[in-house]
């Protein structure tokens, strides 16, 4: 056959099968391929004698094509050899046997590796479509001539709207002509360019991408197009931004802290950190202010960017109500509006202000201020919605440095209004109690002491008046209500008023209450209260003339009475209770009282003992020759209305 004899020196696989498909040739080149699966004996044999089940049935569906086609057929089929799958092209024709039934005869091709090269293109492409990074390929006239779906996707254009087309349709204009000219300079002297490419969406928005563009060559070294690689970065910068923003937003705020000095008023602080602030990008102004009680909003600070410090101004009513009652929600931002309420209307209206961000100044969750920021962005620009934090963050640093001393200011604000309430209302009231002789049982003074009409223990109110600097106002109006009341009392008997050596030392305004008063005077000084210079007091006491005794309060109790005693040569000297009380069972107390009674006969002075409750303390007290006493047994402190022990 003239099939046979082109085919046995042929360089391709080839072979005929009878009707029944059985093998009736095969050429050299087939034997050598197909090796231990034809065999020695393959006349007559079958696909199924010499191939697995699946590749059997194959070959029998081309046989049965060829037959039905009645013509020559093309198959690409991959056969299992022994070194591995290889891709085959055949051919298989028809060939009429003699009997009147139908064989086929046919030629088979290795293309194994073309068909790698093809798997490969084919993996090569579906990696490019599948990419997160755009693809972009111009030929060398920048024409668009593919581009990948993340294209697509990032720039909202269609493939076919671009192919065709130069890629300067994505320019966004915010890159200079010089930025191409040098690009272009590169890629045609075959070197790649990588940089950032500010673009602008089909929709007009910008996007930043990361980009690498290189010259591909053809199979001579000449460059035949160009492919751009991208990737969308504009979370990526604007974060990288964001988070040098910050860097420099906390670096401000450190740089604050390390200025502030130890001791520095809540003002200096407050405009410290103004001055910070000011230096933010975007911010016109930065002020602070504080709510005081009623609610009003004082101004502490104000900063303006690259200006002196203005004066500052408080606000109306309306305005700081209005500021106070937001700011209990949270921080907020709101456009700049030209409020005539704002005392700094004109200013910051010429400075170009659009918006304000404002964030609440607190200590231990107590809103005690607020931090406003004045800026020149609008309230819909990320660059504000960005500030806020670092806005917050600097409201929470003015809050830790400031809140102890505003809230101790605030609080001492309540206790002013609070003791000159007291004083103004006169709401209080003096009572008396009787100083007694204990060894003829007759009243020989009275100790005027004060009660608060609210019920407040005398010591709290007194020591409060002092801490909020009005501890003398409060003593000379307790001191002249007594005075006045005394004219009630016997006029034998001497009036003791306690005074602090402050008061005592001040002078005038003591001097002026005992003036028009003609009733023997003693006063009590507390040695719970240290007397700095003992000649400045003296000479305090000797200006209040001879009618005023002095007796040392609470002798026993505090920590320097031996030295109040020899130093001011008082008339009296007051025994504390605590010596008193149990007295008649305890030697030690006895022996202590003996002591100050050969104490005070040495030096002069008289012993009063205080708070005298029981017979038997009263007795032991007369027995050790104690002159005066003075307790619940004999006599309580009431008002001159209420009878009074003569």
């Known amino acids: 056959m003239a099939f046979r004899g082109l085919m046995d020196a042929a360089p391709v696989a080839a072979f005929v099968k009878d009707a029944d498909g059985g ?47 009645g013509g020559p057929q093309v198959f690409s089929r991959v056969m299992p050899l022994e070194d591995g799958p290889h891709t085959v092209l055949l051919v298989e024709f028809p060939m009429p046997a003699g009997d009147g039934r139908v064989g086929v005869c046919g030629v088979g091709v290795d293309i194994t590796e073309y068909a790698r090269k093809d798997e490969e293109r084919d993996r090569l492409a579906t990696a490019i479509d599948q990419a997160t990074e755009s693809v ?29 087309k130069n890629p300067r349709l994505l320019k966004s204009g915010l890159q200079t002509p010089w930025f191409y000219d040098a690009m272009w300079a590169a890629l045609t002297n075959g070197l790649p360019w990588a940089a950032d490419f500010v673009n602008r969406r089909k929709d007009g928005t910008l996007f930043t991408e990361e980009g690498s563009i290189s010259p591909i060559r053809d199979s001579s070294g000449a460059i035949s197009s160009f492919v751009a690689v991208k990737r969308d970065v504009t979370q990526e910068r604007a974060l990288a931004e964001r988070s040098t923003i910050l860097a420099r937003q906390r670096a401000l705020i450190a740089e604050t802290i390390r200025g502030l000095r130890t001791g520095d008023s809540p003002e200096a602080t407050a405009q410290a950190i103004c001055r910070q602030i000011s230096n933010l990008a975007g911010v016109i102004a930065a002020h602070i202010s504080l709510f005081e009680l009623d609610g009003s909003a004082a101004p502490i600070g104000f900063a303006v960017a ?70 020149d962005g609008s309230v819909d620009t990320s660059g504000v919605a960005e500030l806020l934090p670092a806005v917050v963050e600097f409201a929470d640093l003015a809050g830790a440095l400031i809140g102890r001393d505003v809230n101790e200011r605030a609080e001492a604000g309540r206790g002013r209004d609070r003791i000159s309430s007291i004083i103004g209302r006169r709401a209080f009231h003096p009572v008396f109690q009787p100083i007694v002789d204990i060894g003829r049982h007759g009243v020989v003074g009275y100790e005027a002491l ?14 409060e008046a002092d801490a909020v600097g009005l501890g003398h106002e409060l003593e000379t109006a307790t001191l002249q209500a007594a005075l006045e009341a005394s004219t009630a009392l016997p006029r034998s008997a001497w009036l003791n008023l306690n005074a602090s050596p402050g008061l005592v030392m001040a002078g005038e305004p003591l001097r002026s209450i005992l003036a028009g008063c003609s009733r023997r005077l003693v006063l009590e000084v507390t040695e719970h209260t240290a007397i700095e210079n003992y000649a400045v007091f003296r000479q305090a006491m000797a200006a209040l003339g001879p009618k005023v005794k002095l007796a040392v309060d609470d002798a026993g109790a505090g920590f320097a009475s031996l030295r109040h005693i020899l130093e001011l040569r008082p008339a009296f000297v007051k025994l504390d209770r605590w010596l008193v009380a149990g007295l008649d069972s305890d030697d030690a107390r006895q022996a202590m009282i003996v002591g100050l009674r050969h104490f005070a006969g040495a030096t002069g002075c008289r012993l009063i003992a205080e708070g005298i409750e029981t017979e038997s303390e009263l007795a032991v007290l007369r027995a050790l020759d104690i002159p005066l006493g003075q307790g619940y047994l004999l006599g309580r402190p009431v008002p001159v209305t209420a009878p009074v022990a003569a």
Not at 35 to 59: F, V
Not at 137 to 150: E, G, M, Q, S
């Open 23 to 69: 093998y009736v040739y095969a050429n050299p080149h087939l034997l050598a391929t197909l090796g231990k699966h034809m065999g020695i004996d393959w006349r007559g044999k079958t696909d199924a004698d010499m191939w697995p089940p699946d590749a059997a049935a194959l070959m029998r569906s081309n046989d049965e094509a060829v037959i039905r086609e």
């Open 136 to 164: 972009v390929i111009t030929d060398l006239k920048a024409r668009i001539t593919y581009v990948n779906p993340a294209f697509e996707r990032v720039t909202g254009y269609k493939r076919g709207e671009v192919i065709g």
């Open 306 to 375: 690259g200006r002196a410090d203005p004066i500052l101004r408080k606000p109306p009513s309306q305005r700081s109500q209005r500021l106070y009652d937001r700011s209990i929600d949270g921080p907020w931002i709101e456009p700049w509006t030209r409020d005539r309420e704002n005392p700094y209307k004109k200013l910051l209206t010429g400075l170009g202000t659009n918006s304000t961000v404002y964030a609440p100044v607190r200590d231990n969750r107590q809103l005690i201020g607020l931090l406003s920021v004045d800026t």
């Open 450 to 463: 004060t009660r608060f009409d609210s019920g407040s223990s005398p010591e709290v109110v007194f020591a």
